[in-house]
């Protein structure tokens, strides 16, 4: 046995990943309903999505505290036993606002469904908004706020995206203490009226699917007046700013800066982005990527460094993300753009792409095992408005995609006058 | 019910196998019984510098993560107080490149310099992050500090101050690694679509050949019991005013753990648990307050924090607190709070052992706890908890001369 030579591997490009198909119903009142039923443990997660996000609200704040305030109060039940309820079962049930959605999500033993989906029904029928849980929603709100604004990274991440969408777009916008002094339950309880009790939800069950799910789901949300989403919002217009570089002051003591390099990206509709994924991957998307190579593995400037596309549906930005010692953060921007140099004018070698190829196929074979993973990436799809056919194409772009089409890439995008660049000590 | 199978190699490396047809994919996972308790006081941070040392490159095998991700694999590692583990998932066909990888990082490093140079600025960057460039990133430095006199939980992971690990050199790290990166000292775990006879080969192929090495003897000095409270004001520049308060439970294997475990989720698991509802709902004293403990090895802290409600007094929210914690020793707690605080461990074991790769680092712990077989019997360890138990137990936690708090306040009102 000689250990310089590695054991023979099946190469990951050849493994035929599939993605579980899900099966699909309606409720008596269209709300649509993807499942997938798999898993070894009898556990159960039951999502709720509405188009009930910060793109519908006219003044900020309202739809995230809104969607938190759910929890806080029924005609029938206090937020203490709301809590109560699901925790005597040992369930979660979390909420969570983000762009167009707002989400409710069960987590249970799948035994304890029938007690707790009346719960939730309770929930986006019947909550009240009391006065005096708002009061308590907003004052520990703007002390969390307070706590955040002292770190670079949450300022950085909101600035960064106020200057690649601009502040008014829901994309860009950020909560100052006086957004959340503002609230009052008459603007939550409308906006409750207009986006839940009348909005539109889908609903994804993942995990050990009871036999009458379908039941159990119609007695409870069938007859509600929610209908069907579109898939589909009004865009609005991102309106960048023009100015391109900023570096930003926040805390006197800092000994590390949040740097934050950004442009503007079209969404998974458009032909070049599931390429895009194998070029970032090979760019800053995984811990042998080039940023993460040389800025953390040979120079040592940081803890970690990486770059994603953001998961928005209308448009999205390209993003480079760090937190580097405070001396080194001009020299960790310059390797940046060093990097995006190099991926323009020289041709990715086969050694180096095989690499990303088979760890890019070896990762999406591991994110799909157990159901929630599973479901996790349908409901991406189906709320892109994408089907099963994106999965395959992204597939296929992994094992295909050539040196010279990644070079291209780099040229049309990783071009340093369309970033903006942040940072912040 | 999770099944394994388990077997020893003549150089005392244990290995366990737990076998899952209905997943694709093979976990192997390494731990190593070294953490930052077994360390020099002088020379703090070590295991988990030399955590990252790991991939930089073994005897035989120039970089460890290339490999692997060519495999289409992922990897990823982390150190505790108590251990260092090491796990990597990848296609189950694939398996022997994870042997052959973790196989060669056992029987010796490259101990290069470079790497060496470059991981400990990197860990620095890692202090910074977390630690330093953060509002209360101190807190369990100096809480630490505090609650233990001698034994070595005195310090964090990440090390007792930068310049620990500036200083730490490759003559440290070379002992480092031949002292407890030995088989006896290591456990290896491999889940997921793997037979137990294909990893007994593989074992024997690629670890058998690595020599046994000297069985590390952890003595550490063991903490004594505190007989008089402690207590420490911090000023910094934090937007708001923070109690911490630390009490002595139990080491792991005590049976007294699981009901010192169910005590902080009466006390501060989620929103219908004791504390938040009287403290953040009811008088509106604290913004949050949460009560956990570590589940260290030896015998760990329990503790609460919580964030003050600006303009709130320190000694008015201090009172409220211990005023739960009365209610709790003297009236102890309702059966439904007792089947709550079940129903809640019930369901998180369900969901932690969805994964295969939770399931292999569960196995690997409780083998360094004594016995993999833990961990079928943890779910009735806590169903046998009784609401006396509770009350007694937090009679004697909750013992003030057993208590250590940091009042930490903002300098910037």
Redesign the interface.
Same mark, same amino acid.
């Given at each position: 046995?000689d250990? @310089?030579i /590695?054991?023979p591997? @099946?190469d990951?490009v050849e !493994?035929d990943l599939q993605l579980k198909p899900y099966e699909y119903f309606t409720l008596d009142n269209g709300v649509p309903v993807y499942t997938i039923n798999a898993?070894?443990?009898?556990?159960l997660q039951v999502e709720l999505v509405f188009y009930a996000g910060n793109w519908f609200e006219d003044k900020k704040c309202v739809a995230s505290a809104t969607n938190f305030m759910l $929890?806080n109060g029924t005609s029938k039940r206090t /937020?203490?036993q &709301? =809590?109560?309820d699901f925790?005597?079962?040992? /369930?979660y049930c979390s909420r969570a606002c983000y762009n167009e959605t707002a989400v409710i999500s069960l987590?249970? &033993?799948s035994k304890y469904l029938p007690k707790l989906l009346p719960v939730v029904q309770e929930m986006i029928t019947d909550s009240i908004f009391p006065e005096e849980e708002l009061a308590?929603y907003k004052? =520990?709100s703007k002390?969390?706020l307070?706590?955040s604004?002292? $770190?670079?990274d949450f300022v950085a991440n909101r600035l960064i995206d106020a200057y690649v969408y601009g502040e008014q777009h829901p994309y860009g916008t950020y909560t100052n203490a006086a957004d959340i002094d503002a609230l009052d339950t008459a603007m939550l309880k409308k906006y409750f009226q207009q986006y839940y009790l009348n909005g539109s939800c889908v609903v994804f069950a993942s995990g050990k699917i009871p036999a009458n799910l379908q039941e159990q789901l119609n007695a409870n949300f069938g007859k509600l007046s929610i209908s069907k989403p579109t898939f589909s919002v009004d865009n609005i217009l991102s309106k960048p700013v023009s100015e391109k570089k900023y570096r930003i002051q926040n805390?006197p =003591?800092?000994?590390?800066g949040a740097i934050r390099i950004a442009r503007p990206f079209p969404n998974r509709h458009d032909p070049d982005f599931m390429k895009v994924m194998v070029l970032n991957t090979l760019f800053g998307g !995984?811990?042998?990527s080039r940023l993460m190579s040389n800025i953390?593995?040979? @120079?040592?400037?940081?803890?970690g460094i990486h770059s994603y596309v953001q998961n928005h549906l209308q448009q999205t930005a390209w993003m480079i993300s760090t937190? /580097?010692?405070k001396d080194v953060c001009e020299a960790t921007v310059e390797e940046v753009y060093k990097e995006m140099k190099l991926l323009r004018e020289e041709p990715v070698g086969e050694e180096e792409l095989? &690499?990303v190829r =088979?760890?890019l196929?070896?990762?999406i074979?591991?994110d799909l095992?157990?159901p !929630?993973q599973i479901m996790g990436r349908w409901k991406n799809l189906i709320l892109n408005n994408l089907d099963g056919n994106y999965f395959y194409d992204s597939i296929k772009t992994i094992k295909q995609i050539s040196a010279e089409e990644l070079s291209a890439l780099a040229k049309k995008y990783l071009v340093p006058e369309d970033f903006y660049e942040l940072v912040v000590i | 019910m999770i099944h394994f199978e388990r077997f020893i190699l003549p150089n005392g490396l244990r290995v366990l196998v737990h076998e899952d047809k209905s997943t694709p994919m093979a976990v192997v996972n390494v731990l190593y019984d070294v953490g930052a308790r077994d360390e020099d006081p002088n020379k703090t941070g070590f295991a988990h510098l030399f955590e990252h040392l790991m991939f930089g490159g073994s005897i035989n095998i120039p970089v460890y993560d290339e490999p692997l991700q060519q495999a289409g694999g992922e990897n990823n590692a982390y150190t505790t107080n108590d251990l260092t583990n090491y796990y990597c998932q990848l296609p189950a066909e694939n398996v022997e490149t994870a042997f052959w990888l973790e196989s060669d990082r056992m029987l010796s490093l490259a101990f290069g310099k470079k790497s060496l140079e470059v991981q400990r600025k990197v860990v620095c960057e890692e202090f910074k992050e977390h630690y330093i460039n953060k509002p209360y990133g101190d807190v369990w430095h100096k809480m630490r500090e505090l609650a233990y006199t001698i034994h070595p939980y005195r310090w964090m992971t990440i090390g007792a101050s930068l310049s620990h690990v500036e200083n730490a050199t490759l003559e440290d790290v070379k002992a480092f690694f031949f002292k407890h990166y030995t088989p006896s000292n290591a456990i290896l775990v491999v889940a997921g679509n793997v037979s137990p006879e294909k990893v007994k080969a593989l074992a024997e192929k690629w670890f058998g050949p690595i020599p046994a090495g000297e069985k590390y003897e952890r003595n550490l000095p063991q903490e004594p019991k505190q007989t008089a409270a402690r207590s420490l004001e911090v000023k910094a520049n934090v937007p708001l005013d923070a109690l911490y308060k630390c009490w002595h439970i139990y080491s792991r294997t005590d049976m007294r753990y699981y009901v010192a475990d169910l005590v902080t989720d009466i006390l501060g698991g989620g929103g219908s648990s004791r504390l938040y509802q009287a403290l953040v709902k009811e008088k509106q004293l604290f913004s949050n307050i949460e009560c956990y403990h570590l589940g260290s090895t030896d015998t760990g802290l329990l503790t609460i924090e919580g964030k003050l409600v600006k303009g709130v007094n320190m000694k008015d929210a201090e009172a409220a607190l211990n005023e739960e914690l009365s209610k709790l020793q003297q009236d102890g707690i309702t059966q439904k709070e007792l089947d709550k605080v079940k129903n809640k461990t019930e369901s998180m074991i369900a969901f932690e052992d969805m994964s295969v790769m939770s399931r292999a680092a569960s196995l690997a712990m409780y083998e360094l706890l004594g016995d993999a077989s833990l961990i079928n019997v943890e779910l009735q360890r806590y169903q046998a908890v009784t609401a006396a138990q509770l009350q007694t137990e937090s009679r004697i936690i909750f013992d003030e001369k057993n208590c250590n708090t940091l009042y930490y306040y903002s300098d910037n009102k």
């Open positions: 046995m250990r @310089k /590695a054991p591997i @099946k990951a !493994f898993g070894t443990q009898d556990v $929890k /937020a203490f &709301l =809590n109560e925790e005597y079962y040992g /369930a987590s249970m &033993l308590v004052q =520990n002390q969390r307070s706590v604004l002292q $770190k670079c805390d =003591n800092g000994v590390q !995984f811990f042998g953390r593995e040979d @120079k040592g400037y940081t803890y937190e /580097a010692g095989s &690499l =088979n760890y196929m070896g990762t074979l591991g095992d157990g !929630f | -």
